[in-house]
């Protein structure tokens, strides 16, 4: 599975769009991105996944890079709840065994 | 309904305890987990289920039992605790088959070993 690297951490306004980066140079053509996140003292939640095409859910909009080595998690209106471990896994698509890095620390401030 | 629930959410021991984590999950799915989360925040995986199968043995101690009496529940026994096993442990769910790997994740047990 692909390597990912995210910034520690991240601020953001409340209200304002939440980008958050992703890069994953080495990930193959069967390996989906996934993100998820981690709000404090609960389980990680899915959040989108993708493979090639942009996407976009009630949560998120997931943005992929054309040679795909990089992508772009957009929470378009962030609020305070929002404030979270944020992470980015690049995984194929069958396996159960996502590996999770440090993630992005998103602080959402009023 | 809690689609992934886990039992204790806080278990507090001693050195040299037996001790049981219960995972259940309502959500019909066929494939089951185990994560840590250290004092660090890493989580790994630690052992997956499908359908009551061992797939996943990542390369945890031997005190680590899990056992799942059915593809609803997936429980972890471990024996002999030690100091280092204090950390956050995650039952999560999953639907093999499906287009990716969407994980449904319980709200953990924070184990603690004086």
């Known amino acids: 599975d692909a390597k990912t690297t995210q910034p520690t951490s991240m601020d953001c306004a409340e209200g304002r769009a939440a980008n958050l980066p992703c890069n994953h140079s080495t990930i193959s053509g069967n390996e989906y991105v996934y993100w998820y996140r981690q709000i404090h003292s609960q389980g990680p939640q899915y959040i989108i996944h993708g493979l090639k095409n942009n996407e976009t859910n009630e949560m998120a909009s997931l943005i992929i890079t054309e040679d795909r080595k990089s992508s772009t998690l957009i929470l378009p209106h962030a609020t305070l709840r929002d404030t979270a471990v944020y992470y980015c896994?690049?995984?194929?698509?069958?396996?159960?065994?996502?590996?999770f890095g440090q993630g992005t620390t998103l602080q959402v401030k009023p | 309904d809690t689609a992934v629930s886990q039992t204790p959410k806080y278990l507090v021991t001693q050195m040299g305890n037996d001790k049981s984590i219960k995972c259940e999950q309502n959500?019909?799915?066929?494939?089951m987990y185990w994560y840590k989360q250290d004092s660090k925040k890493f989580l790994k995986i630690m052992f997956s289920y499908n359908n009551k199968e061992l797939i996943i043995n990542e390369t945890v101690p031997n005190r680590f039992s899990p056992k799942s009496p059915d593809k609803a529940h997936l429980n972890l026994h471990i024996n002999s605790l030690e100091l280092g096993d204090s950390a956050v442990y995650f039952c999560?769910?999953?639907?093999?088959?499906?287009?990716?790997?969407?994980?449904?994740f319980g709200s953990g047990t924070q184990l603690s070993v004086l």
């Open positions: 999560a769910s999953s639907q093999r088959g499906q287009v990716g790997t969407k994980l449904f």
């Open positions: 896994i690049a995984i194929s698509s069958n396996t159960g065994k996502l590996i």
């Open positions: 959500l019909g799915h066929d494939t």
